[in-house]
């Protein structure tokens, strides 16, 4: 099965408010989290990375979260834009070097 | 720089039939992998090589083989398709695992076995 998985399939964001995307994983020998976004049609495109030994990690108006304790990571999108529309996964990298992806949220923007 | 680059696009085959994907990167990576994307399912690693002469099996293997005779090109092959494995393939690459794992996919090769 699976070791990474995400709480909710889709979520609805209004247009300019924060997303919200969370992620449970379950390796806790994985020691470096990944966020990709999926466009319709296209391959998966990098978003952001967090090692294990941070806690948070700031991009362009995205912020990833990792609470080790309890296996969680969440990517926050600030201001969200239509643009951000998209499949979000999250992915580990395990211990003997595969990265092994989540089923994926579907992020739907409101105008 | 073209990155990633998978040929077909599209494919159809017969149940039985056999065929090669092709998957070529040009950035100089070493590590490059195999993920099938079906509905619900996310992406599931196939098979995965970290340099030339090296692969080894990820998730999903059975009914498919890889080899890495450089470090440009990771072909998949399906010995002998079946519709089970209709679906969406996608060929990655990165620098590395464990460092600057940035990884680049390609634009996917959509595949029917009827």
């Known amino acids: 099965g699976e070791s990474v998985g995400l709480h909710l399939p889709t979520l609805s964001v209004q247009e300019g408010d924060n997303s919200i995307i969370n992620c449970a994983y379950s390796n806790s020998a994985s020691d470096y989290f990944i966020w990709y976004k999926q466009e319709s049609g296209k391959g998966p495109q990098f978003i952001i990375d967090?090692?294990?030994?941070?806690d948070k990690r700031q991009g362009q108006r995205v912020t990833v979260l990792l609470n080790k304790t309890v296996k969680h990571l969440s990517l926050q999108i600030a201001a969200t834009q239509p643009g951000d529309s998209a499949v979000y996964f999250c992915?580990?990298?395990?211990?003997?070097?595969?990265?092994?992806f989540g089923k994926g949220t579907r992020l739907h923007i409101l105008p | 720089n073209a990155g990633v680059t998978q040929t077909p696009k599209f494919q159809v085959l017969k149940t039985g039939q056999s065929m090669t994907l092709q998957c070529a990167q040009d950035?100089?990576?070493?590590?490059m992998s195999w993920y099938r994307q079906d509905p619900g399912m996310g992406l599931r690693l196939i098979h995965y090589?970290?340099?030339?002469?090296?692969?080894d099996q990820g998730e999903v293997p059975n009914g498919y083989n890889v080899s890495r005779s450089t470090t440009e090109d990771f072909p998949l092959r399906l010995l002998s398709a079946a519709p089970s494995q209709t679906s969406v393939y996608f060929c990655?690459?990165?620098?590395?695992?464990?460092?600057?794992?940035?990884?680049?996919f390609g634009q996917g090769t959509r595949l029917t076995v009827v």
């Open positions: 950035m100089n990576h070493e590590y």
């Open positions: 967090i090692r294990s030994n941070m």
């Open positions: 990655a690459s990165s620098y590395a695992t464990g460092g600057n794992t940035e990884a680049f």
């Open positions: 090589s970290v340099g030339a002469g090296i692969t």
């Open positions: 992915a580990e990298n395990i211990w003997d070097d595969k990265i092994i």
